[in-house]
């Protein structure tokens, strides 16, 4: 889910003019973009708005209207940097799932020039339009943990993205949440943007919305906090944390968004646990889990108390 504070997606607002009405939105990015694979990548992954709405390659731009674009900060890569931790939790020769620890950052971006995951596997990750972060397909927070997809070619990275847009890459979270979550799952359908009044962070009272939908189920209840798995449907920057500061129940350890600092955590209780995919070359599944770092194992641990219960 997944930029940091300071470094949401940048957007572009482009109103069409009268001598381009009828090209196809594609073709007509393109020539603002430098490139038609870029335009449609941007188009395939709902960065592009077209008066509010998501629109496909083929449609016809009519005069007047406004195309929002989100495009990513373009930063430069740098020097190789194999500083940044990380473990492989599967490889083959065409993409490797990473596991990530929380504090490191998944691309170059403002103040963080070095130390990157996508440094770190400099030589390894390809494919993308953007050298500085080659091969790599979605990201996460910078203090969230867990697992990733890296792509070891342009053919592979492609593929990947296809199946994110799709939504047939499902990506499970472990998150513990302020209150007692009183249902045993849910889903979470809000629209979110930049946040009308603080540009730096994200939320569901904004002038740019695009769709958003989180799943959850209750994993665990506790005493005043709540275990939930949470799965993405879209991914949006912040998603999750926006999605549940917004019915009530913040992260714990997110100050961002509303979350209390917990005893012994220094960063919000947010783990990419689980990935699966079907294998863009093979088509077999690729199923990938990651267990709780010690961090979160510990807090776990301090929040549930004697007074723990599973909600099953």
Do not use: C
């Amino acid at each position: 889910m997944d930029a940091e504070r300071g470094d949401p997606d940048s957007p572009i607002s482009i109103r069409v003019p009268d001598d381009a009405a009828g090209d196809r939105l594609d073709r007509f990015l393109a020539t603002r973009l430098g490139s038609r694979t870029r335009a449609q990548n941007l188009i395939d992954t709902s960065r592009v708005l077209v008066d509010g709405r998501s629109r496909p390659k083929r449609h016809a731009v009519r005069a007047g209207e406004v195309i929002e674009v989100d495009v990513p900060e373009q930063q430069p890569m740098g020097p190789s940097d194999a500083t940044a931790p990380f473990e492989i939790a599967y490889q083959d020769a065409h993409l490797l799932v990473v596991d990530k620890p929380a504090g490191v950052v998944v691309h170059p971006a403002r103040g963080n020039r070095s130390g990157t995951l996508a440094q770190a596997l400099h030589g390894v990750a390809a494919g993308g339009e953007d050298p500085w972060r080659a091969g790599i397909v979605h990201r996460l927070d910078r203090d969230t943990s867990g697992l990733l997809v890296v792509a070891k070619s342009e053919d592979v990275h492609r593929a990947l993205r296809g199946l994110l847009a799709s939504r047939r890459m499902r990506r499970e979270y472990l998150a513990l949440v302020e209150g007692r979550v009183e249902t045993r799952s849910g889903m979470v359908d809000a629209p979110i943007g930049r946040d009308r009044r603080d540009r730096l962070v994200v939320s569901i009272d904004t002038d740019t919305p695009r769709e958003a939908r989180t799943h959850f189920r209750l994993e665990r209840m506790l005493p005043s906090t709540s275990l939930l798995r949470v799965e993405l449907e879209t991914g949006r920057t912040h998603q999750i944390r926006v999605h549940m500061a917004a019915i009530g129940h913040p992260i714990v350890g997110d100050n961002q968004y509303g979350g209390r600092q917990a005893d012994g955590l220094t960063r919000q209780f947010l783990h990419a646990t689980r990935l699966r995919f079907p294998h863009p070359v093979s088509g077999e599944e690729v199923d990938v889990e990651s267990p709780l770092p010690e961090d979160l194992v510990a807090a776990l641990k301090t929040a549930g108390g004697d007074g723990s219960r599973r909600s099953d």
